[in-house]
């Protein structure tokens, strides 16, 4: 099983961007769909983006299309969100999520679809 850490979260201003990155570590990565979903104080886990094992599709929530995007680079076991043009409401812990899975071009944005999980990085957003 994939073990996966996250980081790159902190403090940003309205309007500003951050990259969020998640190291993965175990297992063949490349055997994994990846996630980012993102729990608020008081709320649920939230789906925010996904990408295919090979990176040739990515999926998002309706309010991050057009400023999030996945991105994952197999050789190296990374997968990264690049977040811009943040808002208050994106303020949130954030977490990597990976499902084990065959080669096909599925989309997965369910958190009971994913068996891994990082731990989590803050990203706040000040107004």
């Known amino acids: 099983q994939v073990q996966l850490v996250e980081s790159g979260g902190g403090l940003v201003q309205t309007g500003g961007s951050l990259r969020l990155s998640c190291a993965a570590s175990?297992?063949?990565?490349?055997?994994?769909?990846m996630g980012w979903f993102r729990q608020a104080p008081g709320k649920e886990r939230e789906f925010v983006a996904t990408?295919?094992?090979?990176?040739?599709?990515?999926y998002y929530a309706d309010s991050m299309k057009g400023r999030f995007t996945i991105s994952r680079d197999n050789a190296n076991k990374m997968v990264y969100l690049q977040m811009n043009s943040l808002k208050p409401e994106d303020t949130a812990v954030y977490y990597c999520?990976?499902?084990?899975?065959?080669?096909?071009?599925?989309?997965?944005?369910?958190?009971?679809?994913?068996?891994?999980w990082g731990q989590g990085t803050q990203v706040t957003v000040s107004s």
């Open positions: 990408i295919t094992w090979s990176g040739s599709r990515t």
């Open positions: 175990g297992g063949t990565f490349s055997s994994y769909a």
């Open positions: 999520a990976a499902k084990r899975t065959t080669p096909i071009s599925v989309v997965f944005t369910s958190t009971r679809d994913y068996d891994s």
